[in-house]
DNA sequence: CCTAAAAACGAACGTTCGTGCTATTCTGCC
DNA sequence: GGCAGAATAGCACGAACGTTCGTTTTTAGG
């Protein structure tokens, strides 16, 4: 009946619903999902609590939902660009450049969202802690896949671990983040994008070219709102 | 005058601090620093909430001290002891070994306290943050020292970047805790343990055998309370 | 043993949090 | 253009937070 209707026409209740989430995301990746709080996100988007909290039914709802959105974005500004390049090494090189820049460029204002959510919530057991942990998941299986479609494209030595490669990589970068958010620094950065080109020297089967994929993610800066630098 | 029997004598309010601090140092490391609640901390310790907050007089002094305190133990727990290694490049493992002893083992209920801390406080400037910070950037000169005096001492060759490979081997560090206490994947300690012995190896001199300081630290678990495995 | 100081307590304050109600305003379809 | 239903606001609640204060208990030196 209305179904499609309802679905074509957006509703205005879905429209403020994502304009909270996007503040939520961005709250809560400085703040964290806990210091994320109702009052201050209504305050934020010119809401009041009560009509704020309406969309959600819970804070733990809200939560996730903040969680999904973050997800959302990831996706768009990580996997699917890094998805435009060939299978196999190619791919997960650019994979961990657009990393590093999302990293580094605050797509999230606190630094890689889920590096925060899941420190935040690694003791707490329940429905967030098992989201972020999927999500993570994902990741290092999107990591694995492209190690493993090298290695069938024989680029990468087959006897190589890719589980083990995608735990290291992984780790580089949330080295890098930590370092980048609690000291400013940004040389943390260079580094890990220099440990992974060695690591990948180490383990592919030709060369392996430094700048190969720097020049790709040039496209516009991913949030409008200049950041003034801390 | 009375210093002397004071400081002799230890106040019985010393004590009372000290046992105070030891539970808020694992309550931090699980529920956060700011989780740590005056009120949850003062039940845990069978104090009144006023009678505990005298001890420190606002809720950050309380927060600093827990710090400091989880600085002693992990320089007690992880230093110290791989202090005993001669130095260089044998220290250098040994404080790598120990570093995953101590995750490994929960010496914090909640995984390692300043990995919790850190992605806790990153983005919130003030005294926490900044103690913090020191401390990390001790550690990070303790494992640059480590890998200098292993260069002067011609076990790592003298074209490595000191403060690199420092970096490299904390955020494998970093990434094992972030997968044990995300996952409980107990593995990404082998993994990240391999990673560093590898790491070593394409860096040193001479050879690096695979078990050289494993059957130091067997001195007696630190935690008498027996983690039931989460 | 006595006593001054130190330590711990109990009750209360002012805030802020998440959440539940009820009323009001707005939206989009006939 | 009116009307059902969705969206939002207003207000109040109970709980938990950090903190204060006056009182009581405990401690340790003379």
Chains 1, 2 share one sequence.
């Not at 503040?23 to 964290?32: F, Q």
């Not at 804070?59 to 959105?69: F, G, I, M, R």
């Not at 890719?162 to 260079?190: M, R, S, Y």
């Not at 180490?202 to 994929?213: L, N, Y």
């Amino acid at each position: 009946m209305k179904t499609a209707a309802t679905k074509a026409r957006r509703a205005k209740g879905d429209r403020s619903r994502q304009t909270i989430l996007e503040v939520a995301v961005h709250l809560a990746s400085v703040e964290g999902l806990d210091g994320l709080t109702i009052g201050r996100l209504a305050a934020e988007t010119g809401m009041s609590k009560s009509g704020l909290f309406a969309h959600f039914g819970s804070k733990e709802d809200l939560q996730l939902a903040t969680v999904d959105a973050a997800r959302s974005i990831f996706i768009e500004q990580v996997i699917r660009p890094a998805f435009e390049a060939k299978k196999g090494l190619p791919r997960l090189r650019r994979l961990c450049e657009i990393w590093f820049d999302y990293a580094q460029n605050h797509v999230f204002r606190g630094g890689c969202f889920f590096a925060a959510a899941s420190a935040e919530f690694d003791s707490r057991p329940g429905r967030i802690r098992d989201r972020i942990a999927d999500i993570m998941k994902e990741w290092l299986e999107v990591l694995r896949w492209a190690i493993v479609d090298a290695q069938e494209a024989g680029q990468i030595n087959l006897k190589v671990d890719a589980i083990q490669l995608a735990f290291e990589i992984n780790a580089l970068e949330i080295g890098a983040n930590w370092a980048l958010q609690l000291f400013g620094d940004k040389q943390a950065f260079t580094r890990a994008r220099a440990a992974v080109l060695e690591r990948l020297r180490t383990c592919a089967t030709g060369r392996v070219s430094a700048r190969a994929s720097l020049k790709v993610n040039r496209r516009r800066q991913t949030r409008s709102t200049k950041q003034p630098r801390r």
